[in-house]
């Protein structure tokens, strides 16, 4: 974040820390690459109780992204 690696997993855990506590449904799509290559996830949340609506947005989401389909190399 800003520049600033995270140390272990704990540490990217906390980022997402809040939301669990608060009840809220929420999900992870990804959302393309950084210039080296690593994926990027976009956390979307949702009201209590508004899984469908939830799940709806992500998959429009992944339905609009134009590199959905893209693999990363593998070697």
Same mark, same amino acid.
């Given at each position: ?22 009840? #809220? ?9 950084? *210039? ?11 009201? #209590? #109780? ?11 989401? *992944? ?13």
């Amino acid at each position: 974040i800003a520049g600033k690696p995270m140390k272990n997993y704990l540490d990217w855990a906390m980022l997402t820390y809040a939301i669990t506590m608060t009840g #809220h449904p929420a999900v992870s799509v990804p959302c393309g690459r950084t *210039e080296k290559g690593l994926p990027v996830g976009l956390q979307i949340v949702g009201r #209590h #109780h508004g899984e469908a609506s939830l799940l709806k947005a992500a998959v429009a989401y *992944e339905q609009a992204a134009p590199w959905a389909d893209r693999r990363p190399p593998l070697k």
